[in-house]
């Protein structure tokens, strides 16, 4: 995806932008209620409604529901945009290209995979990987919101400018919030450029490399706190 990609429907005017931004309006106050699956104690659980759900027309166009991957009580969580084609053939987040080089990302952190949890804004594939629009963001909000609830991770860290914007801010630009620290309800966020942009941009690597470096030192000291 490019940087132009990135930023988010530059078509649009600001009043058409500004008219849209409540449903990319940042995870305070987040949803109502009644569409945050309150009622679901477990990650498996929301995992299996999940597959069922029919929610936003995304469903139509995918295999299957990629919900996460990683550790269920993570103390660190990735975010990304959305599953590409090879997420939605083997049902599993950042497998792809953009995966293996978050995984070299994580190595080099001294970071496992395993001991994160990795998941998306959105769980079915946008057709031909667009980035999802507003309604289909706005129906898989819930989810997302159950997942941190359920998973209660001390530090969220966004991959990419719609994940900056569905959960930080909606008015981000990559340019000025990446490498920042955020609190929301006492869980620390940090905005960081998705992999995928870094496949298309090698100038990206380094303040990604950077971002990564604070990651890691925060969960550390998360870590040492325990
Ligand atoms: S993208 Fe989310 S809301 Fe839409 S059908 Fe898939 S799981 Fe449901």
Not at 83 to 93: F, N
Not at 207 to 219: A, M, N, S, V
Request: hydrophobic fraction near 40%; charge should be positive; include cysteine.
């Amino acid at each position: 995806m490019s940087e132009e990609q990135l930023s988010l429907f530059p078509e649009m005017k600001p009043p058409e932008l500004e008219a849209e931004l409540p449903l990319y309006r940042p995870f305070l106050p987040g949803v109502k209620p009644e569409e945050a699956y309150l009622e679901v104690k477990s990650l498996a659980a929301l995992a299996g409604i999940m597959a069922g759900c029919s929610k936003c027309g995304l469903r139509e166009g995918c295999r299957q529901v990629v919900f996460a991957d990683g550790n269920p009580q993570a103390r660190l969580m990735f975010v990304g945009e959305g599953p590409g084609q090879v997420e939605d053939e083997q049902g599993l987040p950042f497998v792809g290209r953009a995966g293996q080089l978050l995984n070299r990302i994580l190595k080099a952190a001294s970071l496992e995979r395993e001991e994160v949890y990795i998941t998306n804004v959105v769980k079915c594939r946008p057709p031909g990987n667009r980035l999802p629009n507003p309604d289909e963001v706005a129906a898989c909000r819930g989810c997302l919101e159950a997942q941190i609830r359920l998973v209660k991770p001390n530090i969220i860290v966004c991959l990419g400018l719609l994940a900056t914007r569905a959960i930080l801010d909606g008015r981000a630009t990559m340019a000025t919030i990446r490498g920042k620290w955020f609190t929301r309800q006492g869980i620390l966020l940090m905005a960081t450029y998705h992999p995928a942009a870094l496949l298309r941009r090698e100038e990206l690597k380094r303040p990604t490399w950077e971002d990564f470096k604070l990651i890691r030192d925060r969960y550390l000291e998360v870590k040492r706190g325990d």
